[in-house]
Nanobody, 126 residues
């Protein structure tokens, strides 16, 4: 019932910044958490960040903490990921996801999310 579309990916040099967006075409609810995951070639899909409805609770993977900022604009039904100080190891396809009824738990496993976007490629060059 929820459709997600990521955008904002691209090619950037190490140290640069990108802002990813995830537009939800269906309605989300106050009990829903949203998150970002990424998957690099030959690697498993890994947790990046998650946020609860009001944005007071956030969670970050250690690899991105201090560099990435997750936020959401519920009036626009959009999730964001501000990516700063990008490193080549950040290169991956980035996916947004909805955890229906997450209630601020901010799960870190892909199987705990119910809806996924198609992904957007982020490539960080050396």
């Amino acid at each position: 019932q929820v459709q997600l579309v990521e955008s904002g990916g691209g090619l950037v040099q190490a140290g640069g910044s990108l802002r990813l967006s995830c537009a939800a075409s269906g309605r989300t609810f106050s009990s829903d958490d949203m998150g970002w995951f990424r998957q690099a070639p030959g690697k498993e899909r890994e947790f990046v960040s998650a946020i609860n409805w009001r944005g007071v609770y956030t969670r970050y993977a250690d690899s991105v903490k201090g560099r990435f900022i997750i936020s959401r604009d519920n009036a626009k039904n959009t999730l964001y990921l501000q990516m700063n100080s990008l490193k080549p190891e950040d290169t991956a396809v980035y996916y947004c996801a909805v955890d229906v009824g997450g209630r601020g738990v901010l799960h870190g496993m892909p199987g705990q999310y119910d809806y996924w976007g198609q992904g957007t490629q982020v490539t960080v060059s050396s």
